[in-house]
Each structure stands twice: as structure tokens, then as C-alpha cells.
T-cell receptor
């Protein structure tokens, strides 16, 4: 299996622009998580899905952030409009039945820089 | 709210020694705790899970303990090697059982 796939790996954009991050979970995994990692705050959960349905989005910082999972093999995290403080590494992770009780498989991350 | 702290940002040891990393938590009792390894530019990789009713868990050169009285987990790497150099993250499930709360990690450097 290829593991969790994320694209792009790096994104540089200007403040105010829309940014879309993409994730393909491991086939057969029914939980998908979006995280953000910064030096200051560490790794924070933004939102997670079970069977394509958002379960907990309490970690989404603001209305500028939105996430979708239109099918079992694809998810997007969108920031509109982007701000410099959104600069971070964004990770997608997936796991099987048992959700947070099972080991999570992380993608390589997308490094976002907002100028 | 639940808080998780890893005792130091960086730990430097010599090859062959045992590395011990600490994870402390407050405000509740998690059902289990996980440890992950993260290399620069990569996502975290799962290492071990230990449940509240398990005092100790081993996997090759790794050992994890879980003391629910002290609210602490210790992560040991015996006979450490330069290849063990990485950042190690501990993670607890939150009280609602809906999310993992990660510590900020301890960066281990093993010198030869």
C-alpha cells in the first residue's frame, strides 16, 4: 500500500488567497484526521471524519477553515482567505475501526507558507 | 481541559546508553496512551500503545511504562543508536474519546 498521500507537499501563497490541501487515506480505513503542526502549539487535531461524515470539528480554528470528504478515498482542507498565521505543516492521518483507539497512519504533510 | 507535557524539548545521549523520555498529563485519566516517532520533514509514525491496566509494554529495544497514579508514562530506548535520533511524541485519547492530544515532543540525539 502507498500509505496516506497528501498534495501538494509544499505550498507558498499570499495572504488572502484560497488554499486547498488534499489527502488520500489508506484504502479500507474509515477514519480520517486533519492535523496542524507548529513549533509553538505542536500537533493539533483540526477535524476528523468517520465513513466520510465529519464527527468532530471543534479544532477548526475559524470559519476560514473548511474540510470535506466527498468519498472514502479523498478529502480536502480549504483555507479561504489565508493569513500568515496559518503557516504550518498540515498532516492527514487515517485509521481503521476503533478510531482514535487504533494507531494512526500519517501522511508526509503539506508545508504551507502564507506570505 | 486535558494537558500533556513532555519533560524536555531535547535529550542528548551517547550511543549504547538508555534514553528515557517522560510524558506527564493532568486533569483526567486516559484509557490508553500512544508513542510516535517523527523524523524531520515526515509525518509521525506509531510505535507503541499502552492501556491503563498495563504497567509496561515492550517492543524490541523499546519499553513503555504507564503509571496512572503518577499520571506519567516513561519511554525507554535501550542500547540507543544514532538511527534512534528523532522527535518522540506521546499522545493521549481525550476524555470524550474523540481525539488524540499530542505532546510537543522530545527531540532525541544519539551521538556515536
Amino acid at each position: 500500500d502507498a500509505g496516506v498521500i497528501q498534495s501538494p507537499r509544499h505550498e507558498v501563497t499570499e495572504m488572502g488567497q484560497e488554499v486547498t490541501l488534499r489527502c488520500k487515506p489508506i484504502s479500507g480505513h474509515d477514519y480520517l484526521f486533519w492535523y496542524r503542526q507548529t513549533m509553538m502549539r505542536g500537533l493539533e487535531l483540526l477535524i476528523y471524519f468517520n465513513n466520510n461524515v465529519p464527527i468532530d470539528d471543534s479544532g477548526m480554528p475559524e470559519d476560514r477553515f473548511s474540510a470535506k470528504m466527498p468519498n472514502a478515498s479523498f478529502s480536502t482542507l480549504k483555507i479561504q482567505p489565508s493569513e500568515p498565521r496559518d503557516s504550518a505543516v498540515y498532516f492527514c492521518a487515517s485509521t481503521t475501526e476503533g478510531g482514535t483507539y487504533n494507531e494512526q497512519f500519517f501522511g508526509p504533510g503539506t508545508r504551507l507558507t502564507v506570505l | 481541559s486535558q494537558k500533556i507535557e513532555q519533560n524536555s524539548e531535547a535529550l542528548n545521549i551517547q550511543e549504547g546508553k538508555t534514553a528515557t523520555l517522560t510524558c506527564n498529563y493532568t486533569n483526567y485519566s486516559p484509557a490508553y496512551l500512544q508513542w510516535y516517532r517523527q523524523d524531520p520533514g515526515r509525518g509521525p509514525v506509531f510505535l507503541l500503545l499502552i492501556r491503563e491496566n498495563e504497567k509496561e509494554k515492550r517492543k524490541e529495544r523499546l519499553k513503555v511504562t504507564f503509571d496512572t497514579t503518577l499520571k506519567q508514562s516513561l519511554f525507554h530506548i535501550t542500547a540507543s543508536q544514532p538511527a534512534d535520533s528523532a522527535t518522540y511524541l506521546c499522545a493521549l485519547v481525550n476524555q470524550a474519546g474523540t481525539a488524540l492530544i499530542f505532546g510537543k515532543g522530545t527531540t532525541l540525539s544519539v551521538s556515536s
